[in-house]
């Protein structure tokens, strides 16, 4: 994340190459690291999957994901057979010992010529019942023997629930160190959600004025307009809860109420996101169904196209009781957010794609203007869009030009594309050059983690002992069940649905 210094020498391994998140983001996201000049002179990577592939076949397969994922768009063909050279492909059974031997072997001879040993990032893109084999192989081959120069990636979801995140970090804690672990959450890998650090603790304007004196209540919407598409099967067994929640939202959670941290080293900081997650008050189970809202999406129209509804999709359960939104109410118990609700809410088959954070601020203690003047008076908020717009805004009031005076809501709108000419890099660009420079700040510690899910067990364990009898609850296309209006509304606020940044209509 602060470092402007090349990676040293390094092979990437990837477990799972011909899956899709090795053709969709890894390899288009390292050949733009490329393209921008970030990889070390000496680097190479090697794709490992199950199916018979030859060096040259999943070089083509790679070059159609750049072709077609990539934020460049089409490959260079100059460019692309000089970064080729440096793929490869091995068939591999990850149980099977016998493969990790040839793995050891080739990556001695790639580091060969090199004349010292590389740094070596295993990518575990795989289904995470691969784990406990793929890194007891690691082990016993003495592939993954050094403790400055080996890293091992783990993708999303780790863990099912509290026991068994536990499980798993102990099955990696038993061979590799903490610091040589990186789980993955790509949304700290967006630059907007980096920004949030920048943004609070760069400076002195906001600081004095983030919390609870000041601040009302905080929103965190995360909406997608997709349903589960070709995903069905891993989705039915997750949901929106463990999908979406107990990581991207607790996160940008975590970086709207941490405290600032005194460096930025990886640990300080995240040691500050440990205290907020510990900090969130824990429900008891009575308590669930007062504070949280699911719901599944029915058939209905988005965009003027009609849609299936989540039972009839793909790979899911006709009886599937599975929440595609989430809507919690939650409160940090310390004291700058004591009694501030922070409303979340996420969900599949919602009318827009959008996240964005709103801190609605508290109104001001005496209005002197007459009610003439304030009909459409708002309270001041800070709109944080994370994308698709990227930008942040602040909202305030101003006399409307006129005789009278009338006060409407403006905006003060930074925006990424008016202020900065640069496309931003892809989340998986930051993610794995971090990776390669060794800086975990941006990747989940095993506390954390298992922070996360013991939040959320109470509401897994009292959604799983109760099987909803309203599913689905809402029709694709609309913004969730009415029960997540009234989670809301009890409080006498409403959720905010933002339009695109430059308009300012929102009410
Ligand atoms: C993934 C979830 O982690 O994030 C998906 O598994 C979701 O279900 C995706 O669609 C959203 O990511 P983004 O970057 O498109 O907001």
Redesign the pocket.
Known sequence: MLSARKPDPTIIIIFGAGGDLCWRKLLPAIYNLYLDNWLPDNFAVVGLDIKEMSDDQFRQRINDGINKFSRRGKANENEWQKFASSLSYQKADFTDKNNYQQLAQRLLSIESPWGKKSNRVFYLAIPPLFIQDITENLSSSNIAQDDLLDRIVIE??FGHDLESARKLNKILGNIFNECQIYRI???LG?ETVQNMMAFRFANALFEPIWNRNFIDHVQIT?S?E?G??H?GS??DH?GALR??IQ??ILQLLCLTAMEPPVSFSADEVRNKKVDVLRAIRKYKPEDVHNVSVRGQYGGGWLEGNKIVGYKEEPGVNPQSNIETFAAIKFFIDNWRWQDVPFYIRTG?RLPV?T?VITIQFRPVPHSAFPNESIENWQPNRLIIN??PEMGIRLRFQAKQPGLKMLLTPVDMIFNYENAYKTEPPE?YETLLLDVMLGDATLFMRSDQVEAAWELLMPIIETWESATPTDFPNYSGGTWGPEAAEALIARDGKNWLILPAINHSNSK
Do not use: G
Request: hydrophobic share 30%.
């Open positions: 999303k979801p959450d790509h949304y967006k995360v997608e997709v589960v598409e995903r891993y989705y997750a999908d979406m990581n991207h599949k794609k996240s994370i994308q989340a």
